[in-house]
């Protein structure tokens, strides 16, 4: 089955600075990458999401790339805010929504 | 977004009783909705997905006898932990998505629900 890895497991930034998290997963199947935000004690709400035909995609401070070849996709968050603190997730999803996978988590600190 | 109610949001019960945890797709048909748990600082971990009116399929390891699992309409789908006991003790976040036929395979979550078993 699918397996989802997520690197680093915490990660400190300074305001302002950028920040990035990498996820690799196992099955080629795949082909659908979403990214989730989850903070303290509240739901996982998708902040972007990408499908296997685009290799990157852009919404204001948050990107995200994709290299199917080497299994990986990336979540890249500029000029990071403390707002932006929290836990992400990604996660990995089959064609038919029957194999998703989540990451075990990033927990991203944001220091003013 | 597609909105996921859930509910209750926090129970506290004694070891020994069952629990029943509702989740509701307001505002579109659910085909699929999923069930998570999650410990403190860690993830998301899936612990069934149930398809409306068909029974549910879990994951290794998830004791569907435990887990009862009901989804009985497009809308709705219900988590009963039976007989809970302290290990149950977590926070249970259900999802939903209107996939397939339509291409948002996308999963909005419910709010979660906090189950405390003394």
């Known amino acids: 089955g699918e397996n989802v890895e997520q690197h680093p497991s915490t990660l400190s930034v300074q305001e302002g600075d950028s920040a990035v998290i990498k996820c690799t997963y196992s099955?080629?199947?795949?082909?659908?990458f979403p990214w989730y935000k989850q903070e303290l004690g509240k739901r996982p709400q998708l902040i972007i999401d990408i499908r296997s035909n685009v290799g990157e995609k852009k919404d204001q401070r948050i990107a995200v790339t994709l290299n199917k070849t080497a299994k990986h996709f990336s979540l890249h968050i500029t000029e990071t805010q403390p707002e932006d603190s929290a836990v992400y997730f990604c996660a990995a999803i089959d064609n038919y929504g029957q194999n998703f996978v989540f990451g075990p988590g990033t927990r991203l600190s944001v220091l003013p | 977004g597609a909105v996921v109610s859930q509910h209750p949001s926090w129970v506290i019960c004694k070891s020994g009783t069952s629990v029943k945890i509702e989740c509701r797709s307001l505002?579109?048909?659910?085909?699929?909705m999923f069930w998570y748990r999650q410990f403190p600082k860690q993830s998301l971990m899936l612990m069934a997905t149930?398809?409306?009116?068909?029974?549910?399929?879990?994951e290794q390891g998830v004791e569907k006898d435990k887990f009862l699992i009901n989804h009985a309409s497009l809308t709705l789908s219900t988590l009963t932990v039976t007989s809970a006991h302290p290990e149950d003790s977590s926070f249970y976040i259900c999802?939903?998505?209107?996939?397939?036929?339509?291409?948002?395979?996308?999963?909005?979550f419910g709010p979660g629900t906090r189950l405390l078993v003394l």
């Open positions: 999802s939903a998505t209107s996939f397939p036929p339509s291409s948002q395979e996308t999963q909005y």
């Open positions: 149930s398809n409306e009116g068909s029974k549910a399929t879990y």
């Open positions: 099955d080629s199947a795949s082909n659908y």
């Open positions: 505002d579109f048909q659910a085909t699929t």
